[in-house]
Nanobody
Framework: QVQLVESGGGLVQAGGSLRLSCAAS????????MVWFRQAPGKEREFVAG???????YYADSVKGRFTISRANAKNTVYLQMNSLKPEDTAVYYC?????????????????WGQGTQVTVSS
């Protein structure tokens, strides 16, 4: 069983930055695809960014050029650096992982989820 714990959320003004972290338990972290989803009130959970086992990264169009996903396998941690934040980025951000190494864009493809961390961007 893999446990994921997110941290780093908070309140920031538009144009600011935050870095989210997701710490994973387990010895096979390096073989997992890791992703970030987000869910705003009244909206469906949506894909934000993902990184494969070999380090290939993928982004939603809405965050390309502003967000960067990375992983530190030695620390069992995945990060999401968020720059130039906008009010529409306000949501609960969830870290998720799946074995197999490839990034998928649907939430149901992921076996393990964190509890979520709130990101609020004020205008």
């Amino acid at each position: 069983q893999v446990q994921l714990v997110e941290s780093g959320g908070g309140l920031v003004q538009a144009g600011g930055s935050l870095r989210l972290s997701c710490a994973a338990s387990g010895r096979t972290f390096s073989s997992y695809a890791m992703v970030w989803f987000r869910q705003a009130p009244g909206k469906e959970r949506e894909f934000v960014a993902g990184i494969s086992w070999c380090g290939s990264s993928y982004y939603a169009d809405s965050v390309k050029g502003r967000f960067t996903i990375s992983r530190a396998n030695a620390k069992n941690t995945v990060y999401l650096q968020m720059n130039s934040l906008k009010p529409e980025d306000t949501a609960v951000y969830y870290c998720a992982g799946r074995m197999g190494g490839s990034v998928y864009y649907n939430a149901y493809d992921y076996d393990y989820w964190g509890q979520g961390t709130q990101v609020t961007v004020s205008s």
